[in-house]
């Protein structure tokens, strides 16, 4: 048994030792018997210059190395170090390359014992960490890491890392360590060695997870279930009376904040969401920032809830605020209130898991690198997730190809009965059933108003924040969307006979049970079937791309369009585009037959079916089901006559993977009216910006309330914003609609450079189109005046919202640029944000398909499209983006709008009276900047 490890990390001068790139610093941490025993690094010479970007990475200079040794003289001491060990790194594959290549210069044979990747562990190992880069691994197991991108300092928390792996890997039970053993041979590292060990060593008496999992059908191990009421003191009584007055509200809110600080704001809300469900009526509520407005429903609707015994639904748009709530305000909540309240969280059915599908999956072999780690994945998640939710997994996107194997259905064929109480998604309807409080999403509500699909028990009363995305959500429940990569992966699950897919399963189930197949299709005429369909969606998509093209007009220039597509423009493209449609519609059709008849014989014969053919015709029917929901969608874009908008979102820099078709109706506030507010008794629907100019006119139309019988509540945020923010307008820039994007994007960058030696960076920019984005990025990158900044870019650096946001708090000078969802949504308090910058005014572009065909329909009907469209969504965005700058009553911060038409236009006035009353300047950048030093 191998009980040495050695944890090596290297700086280089680039990515290839094949090409001459060399090692700048070598650094290694041994670790034995579990402790680390030695360490040793080096500074090394390359006999080549450092290229200026590794420079800026690791801030290792020329002058650094110069007089450090060449490898070759430190080339024993490394190769003692890793005889008899295992070869440890994060991104293994990579320093191992590297040490081999300068090792066999130095004479010596090189490393060829057992190597292990802390990347690879740490994936299956932390299955829900949001990142895998060394530094978000050192953030989340609060490991010291000063000196990212330094070997020493890499090499010592990788170290400590992987011990923490360890440890956590020898807690598992042995059932999920034999199976990951069994699955580990797949994997790029020597895991399954350090598995096998670690089996061998475990003591059978001290089985300390026996306390909180179970092992479920002799398959895997399984954390056993918490229920989520939050228990108090005791049950719901009927003299508990909702606190009406202040002091009794202070009594109670004070119980659960070590530091209480008396929120006027939020106790108005409380009142305001009592009130309005006592009287059945509809609330609009704005709750500026800071007034507390989670807490501000969840009180009344508590007691609501109880004293009518009615579940209150509260949805939100985003799943983080969906965690907030249920992981740290319902917590609060359960302290204040003298009674037990039941919370549970719940969302779409295939958000869970299907143990039985996995358990089948498991008995699979020959699966891709990604498949295999991800079962490794779920294997330790099962260990750990009350929730059974694939929101909690970082999976990569072969994962998600996987997970759409094992996502939970309804069942025709199986569901073992043991599954089915163990079931996640079926455990948190039950739970749904008997609950106080449904959390849930905005798109699983509305999936309510169709009792087929009907998931939430019925309610009367919800709570929707976030508010302002409701209207955008009902626009995509109503409408559909076709994109080329989903239904290309789904007709590759069918496959033809030969690829052994789902078809050639069902072919064999069939021979299985000896069914006599006369009246059924053959399975060659099957096979060209699915050759045929295969060819008309390529062909399809192709001529979507075409369509796009031809009509994309001015825009050619850009890498991305949205272009609309209209019934009556005659084009031959566009006829083109529609034959092929019937043609895709007419063979899905075909395909659907076929297999139903199929799944019909088998239902038929009687056989005896076995557990793992069983779960295959699960798939099959889940397949054909999808098939059906893409024909629908196909008949609905294309064939059937609808007043609905459709539009093609291309990227013609790789047209095959980004070609999406969208239909969906201009204005749901008719819909929303009678399937949805009509049918409530009370609806409060609350959210930062509801108001545009003090006057709510707006997001009623949008949604469908009434106006006359709606209640209505401003609630101003407590933050003081007249001494917290400074608004400043340079008026030495040019008039954004009069100049072309290259002059505009010089002169901002020019103020932007200026600004941020200012401001030491901690700026966010907020653009409203990616192109101009890019290359203002491009230009300051270009300029060489911020290589000491870290620049962070929406669709440019890697990742998603969250993590670039993360990325951009860990450095003191970062600048982040973004576009569409940075204007909303991101929380960066402190003094990590003390800069925000609109680039222009957040209008839709006229041609967008959406705004285009909104503003047709109020023309025609004699109404004004931008006083009643236009101008009040981008007064809603900005507020949005305003939002942004402070987040608590410390923060302090500077708004600059590059954009003139807020002071020299009419309707410039109706955003600043949109906003907080705050300072406003307006003076050349050289007075601007003037500005900023002092308030800095």
């Known amino acids: 048994m191998i009980n040495k490890f050695v944890v090596v990390d290297l700086e280089t001068t680039g990515n290839n030792p094949k090409k001459g790139d060399k090692i700048i610093q070598f650094a290694a941490v041994v670790i034995e018997d579990g402790k680390i ?24 200079e020329d002058n650094m190395v110069k007089d450090a040794p060449l490898f070759t003289e430190i080339a024993p001491k490394v190769n003692e170090l890793l005889e008899g060990a295992y070869f440890v790194a994060h991104n293994v594959l990579f320093d191992l390359s590297f040490l081999q290549e300068e090792l066999i210069q130095a004479g010596f044979e090189g490393f060829y014992g057992s190597v292990l990747d802390t990347v690879e562990m740490a994936r299956i190992i932390f299955p829900t960490a949001d990142g895998y880069k060394l530094s978000d691994l050192a953030v989340r ?7 990212p991108h330094q070997a020493d300092s890499d090499a010592q928390v990788t170290a400590e890392l992987f011990l923490i792996l360890v440890n956590r890997l020898s807690q598992l039970p042995e059932l999920t360590l034999r199976q990951l053993s069994q699955l580990s041979g797949g994997l790029k590292s020597d895991l399954q060695q350090l598995i096998d060990e670690i089996i061998l ?13 179970e092992i479920c059908n002799h398959t895997f191990a399984l954390k056993k279930p918490l229920s989520i009421s939050m228990l108090t003191n005791r ?35 409380m009142d305001g969401v009592y009130r309005s469900f006592h009287s059945g009526k509809h609330t609009l509520i704005e709750a500026g920032t800071g007034v507390g407005k989670s807490l501000g429903y969840l009180l009344p609707v508590a ?17 983080q605020l969906q965690e907030q ?12 209130l003298p009674f037990e309240i039941k919370c549970v969280l719940l969302k779409g059915r295939n958000h869970y898991i299907s143990l039985e599908k996995f358990a089948l999956s498991l008995l699979e072999e020959n699966d891709n690198y990604d498949t295999t780690l991800t079962k490794m994945q779920i294997l330790v998640w099962l260990t750990e997730t009350n929730t059974g939710d694939r929101d909690e997994l970082n999976l990569s996107s072969g994962g998600n190809i996987f997970w759409n194997k094992i996502k939970n259905e309804q069942t025709i064929f199986s569901m073992n009965k043991i599954w089915q109480e163990k079931d996640f998604y079926l455990r948190a309807q039950s739970e749904a059933q008997n609950a106080d409080i449904i959390i849930t999403n905005h798109s699983l509500l509305l999936s309510n108003l169709s009792s087929e699909t009907s998931i939430l028990p019925k309610f009367d009363y919800a709570v929707i924040d976030e508010g302002h995305h409701f209207e955008k959500v009902a626009s995509q429940y109503f409408g559909r969307s076709l994109d080329y990569l989903t239904t290309r992966l789904l007709l590759s699950q069918f496959g033809q006979y030969e690829q052994r897919m789902l078809f050639y399963e069902l072919e064999m189930i069939l021979d299985s049970l000896k069914t006599a197949r006369e009246e059924v299709l053959e399975t060659g005429k099957i096979n060209q079937l699915a050759v045929d369909l295969s060819y008309e969606m390529d062909e399809f998509f192709k001529l979507t791309a075409l369509y796009a093209k031809t009509n994309s007009g001015e825009r050619r220039g850009i890498n991305r369009a949205k272009v609309r597509f209209t019934h009556n423009d005659g084009g031959k493209e566009r006829n083109a585009l529609v034959h092929s449609a019937e043609r895709f519609a007419f063979l899905l059709k075909d395909l659907q037959t076929a297999i139903t008849h199929r799944l019909e014989l088998i239902k038929k014969s009687n056989g005896a079916l076995t557990s793992k053919q069983k779960g295959k015709l699960e798939e099959i029917i889940s397949f054909r089901n999808e098939l059906e929901e893409l024909r629908l969608t196909v008949q609905d874009c294309f064939i059937k006559k609808s007043d609905d908008v459709k539009w093609i979102e291309i990227d013609f820099r790789s047209q095959q993977n980004v070609t999406t078709f969208y239909a969906q109706p201009a204005f749901v506030s008719a819909s929303l009216k009678e399937r949805f507010f009509n049918s409530k008794r009370g609806v409060v629907l609350t959210s930062a910006t509801l108001t545009v100019n003090h006057s709510f006119d707006y997001v009623i139309n949008e949604i469908g309330l ?28 040019p008039e954004v609609n009069a100049t072309s994007l290259e002059d505009y994007v010089i002169a901002i960058t020019e103020h932007i450079i200026t600004i941020a030696e200012a401001t ?17 990025y491009e230009l300051i990158k270009e300029s060489g005046f911020l290589d000491d900044f870290a620049m962070i870019a929406q669709g440019i650096t890697s990742g998603s919202r969250s993590r670039l946001t993360r990325n951009f708090q860990r450095y003191d000078k970062a600048i982040l640029l973004g576009t569409s969802s940075f204007w909303e949504g991101v929380d960066i308090p402190g003094e990590d944000l003390s800069c925000l910058v609109i680039v222009r005014l957040p209008f839709s572009p006229p041609d967008e398909p959406l705004t285009e065909a909104k503003c047709q329909v109020i023309k025609q009907r004699g109404g004004n499209a931008f006083t009643e469209y236009s101008l009040p969504e981008a007064i809603l965005r900005f507020k949005q983006g305003f939002g942004r700058l402070i987040r608590t009553e410390k923060d302090r911060g500077i708004m600059l709008v590059f954009d003139k038409r807020i002071t020299t236009t009419k309707y410039g006035k109706a955003f600043l009276k949109s906003i907080p009353d705050v300072p406003m300047k307006k003076g050349n950048i050289d007075e601007l900047v003037e500005i900023i030093y002092k308030w800095l």
Do not use: C
Request: charged content about 25%; hydrophobic content about 35%; glycine content about 2%.
């Open 706 to 733: 009434v106006k006359d019988s709606t209640l209505t509540m401003v609630i101003p945020s407590p933050f003081d914003y007249k001494n917290q923010v400074q608004l400043l307008i340079p008026d030495d820039l």
């Open 303 to 319: 007691y609501f809830s109880k004293q009518n015994n009615q579940p209150i639904v509260v949805s939100t748009h985003t799943i």
């Open 235 to 269: 049950q719901y009584q009927e003299d508990d009376q909702y606190p009406s007055s202040e002091d009794e509200k202070v009594v109670m809110v004070k119980k659960a904040f070590t530091n209480f600080e008396k929120r006027i704001g939020q106790f108005q809300m």
């Open 325 to 336: 709530i249920i992981y740290k305000e319902i917590p609060l909540l359960a302290k204040i």
């Open 201 to 213: 060593e475990l003591d059978q008496i001290s089985v300390s997870w026996q306390e909180s999992l």
């Open 141 to 147: 197991e609060d490991l010291q890491h000063d000196r």
């Open 37 to 60: 025993t030695e360490s040793f690094s080096s500074l090394v010479n390359p006999q080549r210059p450092i290229p200026a970007f590794i420079e800026e990475l690791t801030g290792l």
């Open 760 to 776: 030491k960076g901690r700026m966010l920019i907020l653009f409203t189109a990616h192109d101009m984005l890019k290359k203002t």
